[in-house]
């Protein structure tokens, strides 16, 4: 099994998992991502069967392969996100297919299931659950996964609303491995305070959708360029589930905006559903206001390594006088 944090962190250049992006995240974005020395992962449902997502699968070990046999060097392992919800009537043959071919990192969402770790760990990997409040860290807990992302205010997808400050400091009472930090976090400044408040890795996804492996359309990439903290609105309206969307996609499909909380609650639709109004639809989180171009994977992750060096020599630097 991968040794959280040792095993892992060996073959990373920085402390970073790109997120699993509905319908954005693809094969290339997951090679680039772990060619580049950051984890790189999908949804296994971005693939509409099981016969795709094997596919996708060899594509991605092939590529990775393909880097290591030719650089010497090692990857950064891959992982797959898997909804664990009875409105997944996949999960059980897109896991069979993660035992087949030894996926590195399973990341679990709406729903942690005890069976699922032990199966994961049955060939040596890892799993990850996302959470958005204590209740669900501790559930996931007790069903024995290794690590928890803390998916706060401000997130792209799926968010919360709790503080990152808040949230850390609940999950770190009832979970003492590896925790994960989402929400906002946009450049290796942000990477650094993400560690400085207690998370062992950053979490990133709207910044990884503004580059040119992603299967996002130019028009989306745009919109993330172009939009700004206010332009981002949080509902349950979309499907039945909290998440993060640009309001000028919402707009453009009819919804009407208003400063309502919303409630919360479970997915009302099928995942057939939920796709269809993803694909219109357009998630992003606060962080979109310190995005401002495209470039390759490899290019941001070299931004974001002299950003986060550079930020944890300017915080030494600073916090010298008080020691």
Known sequence: MLNVNDDLDANLALPVFAAPMFLVSGPEIVIACCTSGVVGSFPALNQR??????????????????????????????????IVHKT????????????????????????????????????GGLVFHDIIKKRHAEKAAEAGVDGLICVCTGAGG????????????????????TILLAGSISTGTDIA?????????????????????SRATEEYKQMIIDCEVKDIHYTNKVSGVNANFMIPSLTKAGFVIDDTNA??????????????????????????????????TKELVGTLKNEFTNAIESQIKNTKKYL
């Open 158 to 177: 799926h968010a919360g609303n709790t503080s990152p400050f808040a949230l850390l400091s609940e999950v770190r009472k009832v979970f003492k491995k």
């Open 263 to 296: 409630n919360g609650g479970d997915l009302k639709h099928g995942i057939a559903e939920e796709a269809k109004a993803w694909k219109t639809i357009w998630s992003a989180g606060q962080g979109v206001t310190s995005i401002d171009n495209i470039p390759s």
């Open 88 to 123: 997944n009537l996949r999960v059980q043959a897109d896991l069979a297919l993660c035992v087949k071919y030894k996926v590195p990192i399973v990341i679990t969402s709406l729903g942690a299931v005890s069976q699922l770790v032990d199966t994961v760990h049955s060939y």
């Open 49 to 82: 069967t099981s016969e795709g997502f094997e596919e996708w699968l060899i594509e991605i070990n092939e590529g990775i392969q393909k880097f290591e046999s030719e650089t010497g060097k090692k990857a950064a392992p891959y992982a797959v996100n898997l």
């Open 193 to 213: 305070s993400a560690l400085q408040m207690g998370a062992d890795y950053a979490y990133m996804g709207t910044r990884f959708i503004n580059t040119s492996e």
